[in-house]
């Protein structure tokens, strides 16, 4: 009985010091938007499974209970508002074709804008909620900020000077040029394209001319007028006594970053130890529905698998558009899955199946989904490359256009052009994948 007793001790010895290692992790993630947060998911629930206290501000609450895991809703109403008022379609259709360089060019300084613009209105709401004010008037203790400090959240480096803590960045969209500039990592516009481009490493004369304008562009506005602004907002929502650094400062004192890419689709780039590439942890092995499971497998042709992500709305776009591909589908004339959003779609030929959601994953994963009809963000190209399903793509912002011409690059892809999108060139494509051999 003794010797029981002497080996239960000892038991509980080797079990302190797991306890006493577990951290007090703090992770703000307010933007309403699934694909940002799905990324990183695995890795918070993960780390709550290893024994360390998480707690996570979003708008996503997890599906089943999870020890150590704390939820708390931070819903960014407006800014959700925002998303789903968007109609990417309209969007694109106000750009001409992007052959014109000088049209491509004044695009990407639009969307430069718009990120500026976006990144106010989303800290004020942050600021003035009454959940995140109740968080920076806690008195809780924390070992570990994570928060997306890259996409207009750089008033959130906050945290990391109020619980006196280190902060970790993520990136949900490769690398932008602003995480180079705060993290000490050489940002050479000669031969490093932003990611807002598609261009090459080796840009000729006027694409380097251009890369670098918009470079200037985004430093001087964001020194002079974005960050400034920023830095007011945080002041505003707290008090003196805080004694807040400029936030510059902060975003400087951001310990790593974690890049939701992977090598293969970004350019050869100089790279300090602490921007660290971790994308595709949130792939999964994944069941098909029996219903889902029985269509693909008995579809002798195979399947074609269309989704444009969870934030553009396949509803939204024109009737004529929507004619163009329905007939492209039926001419093609295999099984086609579309994930569709929004209104309905009138005399849907039978060999196309609508849903709002499909387990991507897993459609992804079956030996008879033979193409990915995609807008190429970067979960889609990472989950595409895993489970070497070939695309076409057709890309609308972002990092979309350069995700999609690296699967071009790299021979797994066929880009169609949104102002292109018609039967003939959609069948083409498909049929160029789709009778390829290799």
Same mark, same amino acid.
């Given at each position: 009985?003794?010797?029981?007793?002497?080996?239960?001790?000892?038991?509980?010895?080797?079990?302190?010091?797991?306890?006493?290692?577990?951290?007090?992790?703090?992770?703000?993630?307010?933007?309403?938007?699934?694909?940002?947060?799905?990324?990183?998911?695995?890795?918070?629930?993960?780390?709550?499974?290893?024994?360390?206290?998480?707690?996570?501000?979003?708008?996503?609450? =997890?599906?089943?209970?999870?020890?150590?895991?704390?939820?708390?809703?931070?819903?960014?109403?407006?800014?959700?508002?925002?998303?789903?008022?968007?109609?990417?379609?309209?969007?694109?259709?106000?750009?001409?074709?992007?052959?014109?360089?000088?049209?491509?060019?004044?695009?990407?300084?639009?969307?430069?804008?718009?990120?500026?613009?976006?990144?106010?209105?989303?800290?004020?709401?942050?600021?003035?909620? =009454?959940?995140?004010?109740?968080?920076?008037?806690?008195?809780?203790?924390?070992?570990?900020?994570?928060?997306?400090?890259?996409?207009?959240?750089?008033?959130?480096?906050?945290?990391?000077?109020?619980?006196?803590?280190?902060?970790?960045?993520?990136?949900?969209?490769?690398?932008?040029?602003?995480?180079?500039?705060?993290?000490?990592?050489?940002?050479?516009?000669?031969?490093?394209?932003?990611?807002?481009?598609?261009?090459?490493?080796?840009?000729?004369?006027?694409?380097?001319?251009?890369?670098?304008?918009?470079?200037?562009?985004?430093?001087?506005?964001?020194?002079?007028?974005?960050?400034?602004?920023?830095?007011?907002?945080?002041?505003?929502?707290?008090?003196?006594?805080?004694?807040?650094?400029?936030?510059?400062?902060?975003?400087?004192?951001?310990?790593?970053?974690?890049?939701?890419?992977?090598?293969?689709?970004?350019?050869?780039?100089?790279?300090?130890?602490?921007?660290?590439?971790?994308?595709?942890?949130?792939?999964?092995?994944?069941?098909?529905? #029996?219903?889902?499971?029985?269509?693909?497998?008995?579809?002798?042709?195979?399947?074609?698998?269309?989704?444009?992500?969870?934030?553009?709305?396949?509803?939204?776009?024109?009737?004529?558009?929507?004619?163009?591909?329905?007939?492209?589908?039926?001419?093609?004339?295999?099984?086609?899955?579309?994930?569709?959003?929004?209104?309905?779609?009138?005399?849907? =030929? #039978?060999?196309?199946?609508?849903?709002?959601?499909?387990?991507?994953?897993?459609?992804?994963?079956?030996?008879?989904?033979?193409?990915?009809?995609?807008?190429?963000?970067?979960?889609?190209?990472?989950?595409?490359?895993?489970?070497?399903?070939?695309?076409?793509?057709?890309?609308?912002?972002?990092?979309?256009?350069?995700?999609?011409?690296?699967?071009?690059?790299?021979?797994?892809?066929?880009?169609?052009?949104?102002?292109?999108?018609?039967?003939?060139?959609?069948?083409?494509?498909?049929?160029?994948?789709?009778?390829?051999?290799?």
């Amino acid at each position: 009985m003794c010797h029981i007793s002497h080996l239960l001790a000892g038991l509980l010895l080797l079990l302190i010091p797991a306890y006493l290692d577990g951290a007090r992790i703090l992770i703000v993630l307010p933007l309403p938007l699934w694909s940002h947060y799905q990324q990183f998911q695995p890795l918070w629930e993960t780390l709550a499974q290893r024994g360390h206290q998480v707690t996570v501000y979003n708008a996503f609450p =997890p599906t089943k209970p999870i020890p150590n895991f704390k939820h708390v809703n931070f819903t960014m109403a407006k800014s959700k508002e925002f998303f789903d008022s968007l109609n990417h379609f309209e969007f694109k259709e106000q750009v001409d074709s992007k052959g014109h360089e000088l049209i491509e060019f004044w695009y990407r300084f639009r969307t430069q804008r718009l990120l500026f613009n976006f990144g106010l209105f989303l800290s004020k709401e942050i600021f003035a909620d =009454p959940t995140f004010q109740a968080l920076l008037q806690s008195n809780d203790k924390y070992d570990l900020i994570i928060t997306e400090n890259y996409f207009g959240q750089e008033s959130l480096t906050v945290l990391g000077h109020k619980f006196k803590a280190p902060i970790i960045a993520e990136t949900s969209y490769g690398t932008p040029h602003n995480c180079y500039l705060f993290m000490g990592n050489p940002n050479l516009y000669s031969y490093m394209p932003d990611y807002k481009f598609t261009y090459s490493s080796r840009m000729n004369f006027i694409q380097r001319l251009q890369n670098t304008a918009l470079g200037v562009f985004t430093h001087i506005v964001g020194d002079f007028w974005y960050f400034p602004q920023q830095d007011e907002i945080m002041r505003q929502f707290s008090k003196p006594s805080d004694n807040l650094p400029y936030i510059k400062t902060m975003m400087q004192n951001i310990s790593a970053t974690f890049i939701y890419s992977d090598p293969i689709l970004e350019f050869q780039r100089p790279q300090v130890s602490n921007l660290i590439h971790v994308g595709g942890i949130h792939l999964k092995e994944d069941k098909l529905p #029996k219903d889902l499971e029985d269509i693909m497998t008995n579809s002798p042709g195979g399947v074609i698998y269309v989704s444009f992500g969870s934030i553009i709305q396949a509803g939204k776009m024109s009737l004529g558009m929507k004619k163009q591909l329905v007939d492209a589908f039926t001419k093609i004339g295999l099984t086609v899955l579309w994930r569709w959003k929004g209104g309905p779609l009138e005399n849907v =030929p #039978k060999n196309i199946i609508l849903r709002s959601w499909f387990p991507q994953q897993a459609v992804l994963a079956h030996p008879n989904c033979r193409l990915f009809i995609s807008h190429g963000g970067i979960n889609s190209v990472l989950e595409a490359i895993h489970y070497a399903v070939p695309m076409v793509g057709i890309s609308f912002y972002g990092d979309q256009p350069s995700n999609i011409k690296h699967m071009v690059d790299l021979g797994s892809a066929v880009e169609l052009d949104y102002h292109n999108l018609t039967e003939k060139s959609v069948v083409w494509a498909a049929s160029t994948i789709l009778n390829n051999r290799r």
